[in-house]
């Protein structure tokens, strides 16, 4: 089993940074790609993105070059540094892990998620 907790949302102006982290605990060596999903109100949860153990890293066409993710193996966290901020990134943004390379084919562990609210 893998824990996941999510830390750093919060309330950011528009334009605004805001880096969100995530602490994995447990059976880390059965993990392979780290990734974040983003679900705003309405919605349905998306794929934002996701890093391979290797550092391979993948992102959402709607976030590519305003959002960073990055992975420390030896502390087992994953962060995600969002700049540029808009309204339409307001959503819980949630952990997820995959035994597997492809994150989409699959989520063996979901954190509870943290809040971002962007303000317009």
């Known amino acids: 089993q893998v824990q996941l907790v999510e830390s750093g949302g919060g309330l950011v102006q528009a334009g605004g940074s805001l880096r969100v982290s995530c602490a994995a605990s447990?059976?880390?060596?059965?993990?392979?790609?780290m990734g974040w999903y983003r679900q705003a109100p309405g919605k349905q949860r998306e794929l934002v993105a996701s890093?391979?153990?290797?550092?391979?890293?993948n992102y959402s066409n709607s976030v590519k070059g305003r959002f960073t993710i990055s992975r420390d193996n030896a502390k087992n966290t994953v962060h995600l540094q969002i700049n540029s901020l808009k309204p339409e990134d307001t959503g819980v943004y949630y952990c997820?892990?995959?035994?597997?390379?492809?994150?989409?084919?699959?989520?063996?562990?979901w954190g509870k998620g943290t809040l971002v609210t962007v303000s317009s």
């Open positions: 997820a892990a995959s035994r597997r390379v492809l994150i989409v084919l699959g989520i063996d562990y």
């Open positions: 890093i391979t153990r290797a550092g391979s890293t």
């Open positions: 447990g059976n880390i060596v059965e993990v392979n790609t």
